[in-house]
C-alpha cells in the first residue's frame, strides 16, 4: 500500500541537513480523537525529551487545535516522502484501529529508514519481531526496533566511547601538538580542517579533521569532477593534486581523522560506525541507503578498514554499512578497532 503523495511545504522542512537537535527525539505521531490526550501530554512535558514534528490525521478537531503548533498531514501522507526531508527518529502510532496494509507499510518503513515504530498495545503485525516495551511519560509503546541505536548494549558501547575519546585526547595531545606544528610549518593555511556532514538521522555538525589539503581544495574540486573514481555521489580520485606532501601521509595512516576524537565527545559521532557523508551526497541517496544514518557516524567502520576502500564500488560500501547497522554486535566493534590500529601502523589509507 503507498500512503498516499505529500509534499513538504517551502520553509517548514529543516531537511535530511537539517538542525542538530541531538537532545530531543524528534517524532511524528499518527493521532486520532480517542488518543488526543498523548499529543497533548507529549507538548505539554518537553522534559519528556520528545518534540512532534509531524502530525498525521484525520480528526478536523486535531487539526484546527494543532496547525500552528506543528506539520499537519492525513493519514494518507507518503511518510516515505516525510522522512527523507526532515529528521524524525520515531513514529508514533496512537490510532485506535489502521488497516492491515497500512501497518505492513510502516512496519516496511521502518525497516527501511531505521526508525522506531512505537504503537499502541494491540496494534502489532506478524513482521514486527522482538518488540519491547517503550515509555513516553506515563504512556506504554510497543516497540519495533530496526537499528541497535536504543539498545542497552548499544548506549553502554555510546557511553565507553565518550569516555575512551576524551582520555584519549588528553594522553595524546603532545603527539597532536607535534602534528599541529609539522602541518603548520609544511603548508599555508589552518591546522584543522572544519566540514558540515550528516549525522545521525540527518542532523548536521561539523567534522573536525587534520588539514591534509591545500587551502583552496574545495574550490579545485570543481576541475577535479572528470576525474572522480566514484561510481556515487561520493568524491574519490587517486593521487588527488590537492593533498599536500604530509597531508598523504597523515591520511595514509588515518591519523587526519583523530581530531573527530573531539566529535564524539560532543556526541555527533561514535569510535566505530558508518563514515559521515556531505550533505550533498545523502540528499541523492536511495531510499535504501538512507538506513546507513540510522546511527551515529563513526570515524571508522568497515568501509574504512577494507583492502584498497576507494576501488569499493559505492553501493558495495552502502552495503557494507547498512549490513554493520542491521547485525550490529560489540564483537563486531572490537574487531573493526583493531582493524583500525593495524591499518594505521600498516599505512594502509588513502
Known amino acids: 500500500m503507498e500512503l498516499g503523495k505529500a509534499k513538504v511545504k517551502k520553509g517548514q522542512s529543516n ?37 512532534i514534528i509531524y502530525v498525521l490525521t484525520d480528526s478536523t478537531a486535531l487539526k484546527a487545535e494543532y496547525q500552528h503548533r506543528s506539520r499537519i498531514y492525513p493519514l494518507a501522507a507518503n511518510i516515505r516522502s516525510l522522512l527523507r526531508h526532515d529528521i524524525v527518529d520515531d513514529i508514533v502510532c496512537c490510532v485506535s484501529s489502521l488497516t492491515e496494509s497500512y501497518m505492513h507499510e510502516l512496519a516496511l518503513i521502518s525497516l527501511q529508514f531505521g526508525v522506531s ?43 565507553l566511547e565518550m569516555a575512551f575519546a576524551a582520555c584519549a585526547l588528553i594522553v595524546l595531545s603532545p603527539f597532536l601538538l607535534l602534528i599541529s606544528l609539522i602541518i603548520k610549518l609544511t603548508s599555508a593555511g589552518p591546522v584543522i580542517f572544519k566540514q558540515q556532514r550528516v549525522g545521525l538521522r540527518g542532523r548536521n555538525f561539523y567534522i573536525y579533521k587534520f588539514r591534509t589539503m591545500v587551502t583552496n581544495a574545495e ?10 573514481e566514484s561510481d556515487g555521489p561520493a568524491f574519490k580520485i587517486k593521487n588527488d593534486p590537492r ?26 559521532m561514535v569510535l566505530i560506525g558508518p563514515r559521515p557523508m556531505l550533505p550533498s551526497e545523502v540528499s541523492v541517496y536511495e531510499e535504501w541507503q538512507l538506513k546507513r544514518i540510522s546511527v551515529k557516524p563513526g570515524i571508522t567502520c568497515s568501509w574504512q578498514v577494507h583492502p584498497n576502500r576507494n576501488k569499493v564500488a559505492f553501493e558495495q560500501w552502502m552495503k557494507l554499512d547498512r549490513d554493520y547497522v542491521e547485525n550490529w554486535s560489540a564483537k563486531t566493534d572490537v574487531k573493526l578497532f583493531f582493524k583500525t590500529i593495524k591499518s594505521i601502523f600498516a599505512a594502509g589509507g588513502l
Open 243 to 268: 593533498i599536500t606532501t604530509f597531508g598523504r601521509f597523515l591520511r595514509k595512516t588515518g591519523i587526519d581523522e583523530i581530531p573527530q576524537l573531539y566529535n564524539v565527545m560532543r556526541g555527533e
Open 219 to 228: 574550490r579545485l574540486k570543481a576541475a577535479l569532477m572528470e576525474y572522480n
Open 15 to 51: 531537511g535530511i541537513t537539517g538542525r542538530r537537535g541531538y537532545n530531543l527525539r524528534k517524532v511524528m505521531i499518527i493521532i486520532d480523537d480517542q488518543n488526543s490526550a498523548i499529543l497533548e501530554k507529549i507538548n505539554e512535558h518537553r522534559e519528556w525529551g520528545y518534540q
Open 117 to 159: 515504530l512505537m504503537l499502541l498495545p494491540g496494534n502489532e503485525t506478524a513482521e514486527m519481531k522482538n518488540m519491547h516495551y517503550r515509555y513516553i511519560g506515563s504512556f506504554a509503546f510497543r516497540t519495533f526496533e530496526t537499528t541497535p541505536r536504543n539498545n542497552l548494549a548499544y548506549s553502554i558501547k555510546t557511553g
